[in-house]
């Protein structure tokens, strides 16, 4: 069954350094997102990504953030000084028709962000 | 905006109990509606989705929600808890095409 991954599953990095999470969405899928959830909240939008553009971000997206497709397969995020307050669980998803209801979006295992 | 309220960050049950997990729901428009579950160290998965069409969608793993307007409700329900159900389950919403908003979380305990 095809899935989406998300590497690495843990990254400890220290404030104000630059992080790069990554994502492997299900090949023939085009909608891409990004979300967080820090320990003991609720699960987070942070930002859609079609067609190779932003489609929508949440106000947690600010300048610190950004997000890329280097490739045909891979999405990345990229966070550019790091925050305590940036230590949270991301998640990636990707869908093929984007959240119009009728199609599912995939989730990743997570990669475990904890920021010293 | 839409947004999701689940009421009750923990319930426990017993095998074989029924499980009732509440979510409420806020929309200016009508909304689809999702239950995810998030098992110990893995991502979300899909249990059920509202999408405008029966109003009583079943699921997978012998999950079940009915919408229901006049409550803005969409509560999630399993005849009998198995031990193997114990995790986090999240509600969330969408409307028009836009992301997926989740609520807080639900933590299912199951008991022998």
């Known amino acids: 069954e095809p899935e989406v991954t998300q590497t690495p599953s843990h990254q400890v990095t220290q404030m104000g350094q630059e992080v790069i999470l990554r994502c492997v969405p299900i090949?023939?899928?085009?909608?891409f997102y990004w979300y967080r959830q820090i320990l003991g909240q609720k699960v987070e939008f942070l930002v859609s990504?079609?067609?190779?553009?932003?489609?929508?971000k949440s106000e947690i997206f600010d300048d610190q953030f950004s997000v890329e497709r280097p490739d045909g397969s891979n999405f990345t995020l990229k966070i550019r000084s790091t925050k305590l307050e940036d230590s949270a669980m991301y998640f990636c998803?990707?869908?093929?028709?984007?959240?119009?209801?009728?199609?599912?979006?995939?989730f990743g295992q997570g990669t475990r962000l904890t920021v010293v | 905006a839409q947004s999701v309220t689940q009421l009750g960050s923990h319930v426990s049950v017993s095998e074989g109990a029924l499980v009732l997990l509440r979510c409420n729901y806020s929309?200016?428009?009508?909304?689809?509606l999702f239950w995810y579950v998030q098992y110990p160290n893995q991502g979300l998965q899909l249990l059920l989705k509202?999408?405008?069409?029966?109003?009583l969608v079943k699921g997978i793993n012998g999950f079940e929600a009915e919408f229901k307007k006049s409550e803005t409700s969409f509560h999630l329900t399993k005849p009998s808890a198995h031990m193997s159900d114990a995790a986090e389950y999240f509600c969330?919403?969408?409307?028009?095409?836009?992301?997926?908003?989740f609520g807080k979380g639900t933590t299912l305990s199951v008991s022998s």
């Open positions: 998803a990707s869908s093929d028709q984007g959240i119009l209801g009728s199609s599912e979006a995939f």
């Open positions: 990504f079609y067609n190779n553009e932003i489609s929508e």
């Open positions: 509202y999408t405008s069409a029966a109003t």
């Open positions: 090949s023939n899928h085009l909608y």
């Open positions: 969330a919403v969408s409307v028009a095409g836009t992301a997926l908003i």
């Open positions: 929309s200016s428009v009508p909304p689809y």
